[in-house]
Every structure is written in structure tokens, then in C-alpha cells.
């Protein structure tokens, strides 16, 4: 079965992620893209999504890990949902699993950037955030 090239674009950005390779993981957003850095604060455009996961490899000690446990894919015209069960940890960070969502859109090359990137998913709603 072929995977989908969202999926693939998704194991390029963790792949980039852990190996701390910020000029290939910018490459998967769009210039416009929104990332949750936590419920409550985003960051916007690749300038600030570039320091927010600067800073979080410093909070993970440079040891960030990323995989997905578990994908949904919903494609219609040039969008495509993703819902996923994303798994993180870290030097000293116990494994979590997050119901993160994703949002990606087809640019006119025909690539599928980013533009929605929450890997809180629901949590973002919750009355504290």
C-alpha cells in the first residue's frame, strides 16, 4: 500500500525534528503556517516556527524524540486533515502520547506544506488554555 505524501511529509518533519535539521523542517511548512507550541501560544511564519523548535530542543536537552503511533489521513481537493496519535519524549521526559492535528495544504508545485501544526489537538479548547 502506498502511503499518502502527507504521511511522508509527516516522517520528513519528525525525521528533521529529532535530527535537529531546522532548514529541511522549515521546507514542510508554509509561509503562513500556524504551530501550537503549547495550548495558548502559537507560533506564526516560518521565522517564529524556526526559534519556537530551536527552543524546544534546548527544553528537550537536544534529545527531542518524535514518532507517530497511529495516522488518519482525510484528503479532499488541496487539504488534508491529519488526525494522529504523536508520541514524544526526551533525556529525562517520560514518553506521552498527544491526539496532535494536522493541517496541510497542496502548493501549486504540487507539494504538501504545513500550514496547521497542533500537537495538543482537543487540549488547545480546554478553560485554561
Known amino acids: 500500500m502506498n502511503q499518502h ?3 511522508l511529509q ?3 518533519a519528525d525525521n528533521a525534528i529529532v535530527a535537529e535539521d531546522f532548514n529541511v523542517l522549515m521546507d514542510i511548512y508554509a509561509d503562513d503556517a ?3 507550541i503549547e495550548p ?3 507560533a506564526v511564519g516560518k521565522s517564529e516556527i524556526r526559534k519556537a523548535f530551536e527552543a524546544i530542543a534546548v527544553y528537550f536537552k537536544n ?3 518524535v514518532e507517530q503511533n497511529g495516522m488518519k489521513i482525510l484528503a479532499s481537493g488541496d487539504t488534508a486533515l491529519v488526525l ?3 508520541v514524544i519524549s526526551g533525556p529525562g521526559f517520560p514518553s ?3 491526539k496532535a492535528t494536522y493541517v ?3 502548493s501549486p508545485s504540487g507539494v504538501w506544506l504545513c500550514s496547521i501544526d497542533n500537537s495538543y489537538g482537543h487540549e488547545v479548547i480546554s478553560k485554561n488554555a
Open 104 to 106: 496541510f495544504n497542496k
Open 84 to 86: 494522529a496519535n504523536t
Open 5 to 7: 505524501p502527507v504521511q
Open 96 to 98: 506521552a502520547e498527544r
Open 63 to 65: 534529545g527531542l524524540q
Open 40 to 42: 495558548g501560544r502559537n
Open 34 to 36: 500556524v504551530l501550537v
Open 10 to 12: 509527516i516522517e520528513r
